[in-house]
């Protein structure tokens, strides 16, 4: 793997030992095809029963479960390419990099929204049905993804206007600094992920102390729903290590320049891996009413293919 010193003129290559590179390849393909073929559990469960589809608790659980499959399966493929390719077309990187930071964006805010959800049904009930409805969240999943395109898109335009020709036929190590190297996006992006990180965490704040305090503590339903909205800021807190992965990679680079793709490997671990570990804990264990269907899926599975 290849790690950049941050703001310095030389490009210094750390290669991991053969054995070590492929032990590293084979856990992360090994965890990305575990977590993606439980989410194609939950969706063909999601798909089977038309009882989700006028939930948007449920609809909103399906968008997630959608990005971290495209999420994961792009971050994997990125990751393998880094170390049998090396150098890809520089346009190829940029579609896939652009695909990526797409859906990594999506799943904070998708994360917000299904808090924010939670609050209306535990402090606002008789309201729940009227505020939270389908197309409210189809507008809603449409925001998400528009509020991710104003974020990104302007990383294209830029390097469209100002990056020779020759640079888009061109072969690069795909990481997004390499690809959207104008020093401004990096300003741009910085200020984009506080903001991030501050709305976020103020929904996600304000929605868990009022269901603390508005649910009773004998209700069962409000203690289900405190502690939803907490694994939520624990997802969230996950993901955001996203907005903080910069500054951390650089950080680890220059602490421990010798250990740069361990330090790298660990990163890309907890950003881009863990996260979306826990989305099948939470919605098909916790969640009894989607586990139950879910059970159904996976026995009906069982009995089509027996142990012999």
């Not at 495209?70 to 652009?98: D, G, P, R």
């Not at 209306?120 to 507008?139: D, E, G, K, S, Y």
């Not at 335009?157 to 997004?176: G, I, M, Y």
């Not at 304000?206 to 502690?227: E, I, N, Q």
Request: aromatic share 12%.
């Amino acid at each position: 793997m290849n790690a950049q010193l941050p703001n310095a003129s030389v490009v210094v290559e750390y290669r991991d030992p053969f054995i070590k590179a492929v032990i590293k390849n084979v856990i992360v393909v090994a965890i990305g095809l575990s977590i993606n073929y439980i989410n194609i559990g939950l969706m063909h469960t999601f798909c089977k029963h038309q009882i989700f589809y006028t939930n948007p608790r449920y609809i909103l659980f399906f968008h997630l479960v959608l990005n971290d499959m495209i999420q994961v399966s792009l971050t994997v493929v990125l990751f393998v390419i880094s170390y049998t390719l090396h150098e890809i077309n520089m346009c190829v990187c940029a579609t896939f990099i652009l695909l990526a930071v797409f859906v990594t964006e999506n799943t904070p805010l998708n994360l917000a929204c299904m808090a924010a959800e939670c609050y209306i049904a535990v402090c606002l009930p008789l309201q729940h049905a009227n505020v939270c409805t389908v197309n409210r969240t189809l507008i809603f999943i449409a925001l998400i993804w528009t509020t991710s395109m104003i974020s990104v898109l302007p990383d294209l335009f830029v390097t469209l206007a100002t990056e020779p020709l020759d640079f888009f036929s061109s072969r690069v190590f795909c990481l997004r600094n390499n690809v959207f190297r104008n020093p401004l996006l990096t300003r741009k992006r910085d200020i984009t992920y506080i903001l991030y990180l501050v709305l976020l965490w103020l929904v996600i704040f304000y929605t868990y102390f009022k269901v603390l305090y508005t649910a009773k503590m004998a209700s069962k339903d409000g203690k289900k729903a405190r502690k939803t909205i907490l694994l939520h800021g624990v997802q969230v807190l996950l993901c955001m290590a996203t907005y903080t992965r910069p500054l951390l990679k650089d950080a680890l680079l220059r602490w421990f320049p010798q250990n740069a793709s361990d330090s790298l490997f660990a990163c890309y671990i907890i950003v881009h891996i863990l996260p979306r570990s826990i989305s099948p804990i939470i919605y098909g264990v916790r969640d009894k009413y989607f586990c139950k269907y879910l059970m159904r899926y996976v026995s009906c599975r069982s009995m089509r293919h027996p142990d012999h």
